[in-house]
């Protein structure tokens, strides 16, 4: 019997190679597996499973995980606020544990004997795959043809036209990957230090000019209705939310961090929903919730989307930090409105029953209704006895 070996598929250049080299040069029996977190529709499906077919699997399955992603995943960024670097919402590094979550699964329900995935030995991907399947199937040999033989693209084509696989894989300007959370973008001018990206590298262009509202809803934390149009999942308000920004330009950048294998690097990005969610959601926890949770949350939310970053995920004390997160979103309820402009967005402000900010006791700078000026005298002496103290003695 040929020895199984489950495939992580995209359909690009290296897992076409991979799933010929496996199969010809190999004597694998294949099962290429594509796992969606948002970068595929229906028409992108049927065409992977077309070229899989063409390519000689043995099996091909698509696994639809953006319901996953966000319950197990992209949730907690937004209730973590989580940019990295103050910058990227971790678009492809949370896509990739989920996928490779998913790829592992499968390989152990169909109990095959080796699992293979097409990373480069350039980057933080192969790290992350690796490390889920060596967790999840210890007992499995991980095959990585691209990395492990430092094959070009000109050798993976010729190879590939050499076993009756001769599709035009046209090199791309860019490179580009899509998903719930956001869109990478890299190309040359991300390679170096000076340069920020054209407008021509998003693949999402400036189409709308005139100012528009926009107005989010959340539920304890999570985003249940956009613009008055209330949605059963929340993937599906995240999706609204993008198809309303995109064309605004809003949510690009670059983002310039250290990888999980010790160099610097920069890549493009577009994440006009998860920039958006992100900052409303934190704008309505600075009125919703008390100084000291935003405080304490804030260290924990770094954490976790550092850990997540670097291939931490199934540490358990990622849980311990989700069930914190979780029970802090208890009162963030209520309505975020903002105005969408070309490039950028202005927060205006919330409406919620949970907010603190009530005039019941006190407007800022204006009135006090909890307290008298006699309060705050006693209040600002027993406050600073510790520096008055301290003054005193060393002055």
Known sequence: ????????????????????????????????????????????????K??????????????????EYYNDCVKYLIFGNVLKNNTYPLSVSA?????????????????????????????????????????????????TPIRDMSLSREEEIQFLK???????????????????????????????????????????????????????????????????????????????????ASPYGIGRDIHVGDTIVGIKGRVGFEAAAALLTIKAHHLLEKHTLSKYQQTIKS??????????????????????????????????NGKVFITLYPYRFVLNGIESDNDLMSDKFGSYGEANRAWTGDDVKGFTKVLSNALTIYHQINS
């Not at 997540?308 to 029970?327: C, G, Q």
Request: glycine share 8%.
């Open 1 to 48: 019997m040929k020895k199984s070996v489950v495939l992580a598929f995209s359909g690009g250049l290296d897992t076409s190679y991979c799933a010929k080299y496996l199969s010809e040069t190999l004597g694998y029996e294949v099962h290429a597996v594509t796992v969606n977190t948002g970068g595929f529709n229906e028409a992108d499906e049927v065409e992977l």
């Open 50 to 67: 077309s070229r899989a077919e063409k390519l000689g699997v043995a099996t091909y399955t698509f696994i639809n995980a953006e319901k």
């Open 95 to 143: 896509e990739r544990t989920v996928q490779a979550q998913n790829i592992a699964k499968y390989a152990k329900e169909i109990g095959a004997s080796a699992i293979a995935h097409g990373s480069t030995g350039a980057g933080n991907d192969q790290v992350r795959f690796d490390l889920i399947f060596q967790v999840m199937c210890p007992e499995m040999e991980i095959i």
């Open 162 to 244: 050499n076993h009756g696989f001769d599709i035009d894989f046209e090199k791309a300007q860019y490179s580009i990957n899509k998903g719930l959370w956001g869109t990478s973008v890299g190309g040359k001018e991300t390679l170096k230090s000076r340069h920020s990206l054209p407008e021509d590298a998003f693949p999402s262009q400036v189409e709308k000019q005139k100012p528009t509202e926009l107005e989010i809803e959340f539920k304890n934390g999570e985003v249940v209705a956009v613009n008055g149009e209330t949605f059963a999942h929340s993937v599906f308000a995240i999706q609204k939310i993008e198809s309303l």
């Open 299 to 332: 260290q924990l939310s770094d954490w976790y989307g550092n850990w997540l970053h670097e291939a931490l995920f199934l540490d358990p004390v990622m849980r311990n930090i989700e069930a914190f997160l979780n029970d802090s979103q208890k009162t963030v």
